[in-house]
């Protein structure tokens, strides 16, 4: 009896050990105070290796507002302008798993479809309002609102989002906080249609139920970002 509660409590423990490594399967978390991304090392690692400590500065931790801070120029063919604060613009976010964006937007304009591979992202509208959601794994259920200035709303990680700014005459403005230094991001159109070598047009026009013809014309299209 002893050695089966014995038994019993060493395949808990197992379990539980097993559960608490699922819990950590993630970006690993930070092993030092920081590690201020060296983009100019020759070295390819998960991420970026870290600068000598001893040569960081204080404005390694700095983001001037001349980066976030300002309007940006929405005149584009989607009407949005996305303006990262993500380990590329600043390298003192390595490892941290956090990042900003701004998200500027013309009146109607739309920041198309997209996704985030490794990180949730938290939007807080700074001006305007705007009509956005995300859209689950399958089946596809969609989470819609309108949204309002000082309004937040989340997107979970990697699940294709969008945001609209409904009015007519005015542009709109938000602030995102994202749970990655690098989240990354797959325009849904731009990927389906633009990519290059671009996707046979057998298999896009099977799979969108639509003749090749309108598949060719899409792929013809110039797939910009917003960013
Ligand atoms: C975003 O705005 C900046 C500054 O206003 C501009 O230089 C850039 O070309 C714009 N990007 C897009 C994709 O419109």
Same mark, same amino acid.
């Given at each position: ?28 978390? #930070? ?113 819609? %609102?309108?949204?309002? %200035? ?32 690098? #989240? ?13 070598? #671009? ?6 026009? %099977? ?5 090749? %013809? ?14």
């Amino acid at each position: 009896m002893a050695s089966l509660v014995a038994l019993l409590a060493v395949a808990l423990v197992a379990q539980l050990a097993s559960w608490q490594q699922a819990a950590v399967a993630y970006d690993p978390s #930070p092993l030092q105070d920081f590690c201020v991304a060296d983009k100019n090392s020759p070295v390819r690692v998960n991420g970026f290796p870290c600068k000598d400590p001893m040569a960081v500065t204080p404005d390694d931790f700095f983001n001037p507002a001349m980066i976030i801070g300002k309007r940006r120029d929405t005149n584009n063919k989607v009407g949005s302008n996305v303006t990262n604060v993500n380990v590329e613009s600043f390298p003192g976010l390595n490892t941290l798993g956090i990042s900003l964006a701004r998200i500027d937007y013309a009146p109607l304009g739309v920041n198309p479809p997209h996704i985030h591979p490794r990180a949730t992202e938290l939007l807080t509208v700074l001006e305007g309002t705007l009509y956005l959601g995300f859209v689950t794994s399958n089946p596809n259920r969609l989470f819609s %609102k309108v949204v309002k %200035k000082g309004d937040v709303f989340v997107f979970p990680k990697a699940m294709i989002h969008f945001q609209m700014n409904l009015d007519h005459e005015k542009p709109a403005a938000a602030l995102s906080s994202l749970s990655s230094q690098n #989240p990354g991001v797959i325009t849904i159109a731009s990927a389906v249609f633009g990519s290059k070598p #671009p996707i046979s047009d057998d298999v896009l026009a %099977k799979a969108f139920q639509v003749e090749k %013809k309108l598949i060719d014309w899409l792929q013809s299209q110039f797939w910009d970002t917003n960013y």
